[in-house]
């Protein structure tokens, strides 16, 4: 709360003057403390979850599957994804 607070006041106000310009929405002075921020942690927090399963869903993946895939000519990316 003491890092995330500060940080947000001074780059989340300069981004949004920036791009929002004179919206009504933006106006009057940064705190730093409001729904953006309480919005902006959950979704900090869930990134490495998501990484963890995206992570353990591709090494699921048996090894023969992968390198079948290899030897009909796809290289790494073709054969995670499906084009």
């Known amino acids: 709360m003491f890092i995330v607070i500060p940080l947000m ?3 989340s106000s300069a ?3 920036e791009n929002a310009g004179v919206s ?3 106006q009057g002075p940064a705190y730093g403390v ?3 921020t309480a919005g902006n942690r959950p979704g900090d927090m869930v990134i490495p979850y998501i990484i ?3 992570r353990e869903v591709l090494l699921s ?3 023969d599957q992968r390198e079948a895939a290899l030897a009909l000519g796809s ?4 054969s995670t994804w499906k084009w």
């Open 9 to 11: 006041r001074e780059v």
């Open 15 to 17: 981004v949004l003057e």
């Open 24 to 26: 009504a929405l933006f």
């Open 34 to 36: 409001g729904f953006f």
């Open 52 to 54: 963890s399963v995206s």
């Open 61 to 63: 993946v048996p090894r």
């Open 75 to 78: 290289n790494a990316l073709e």
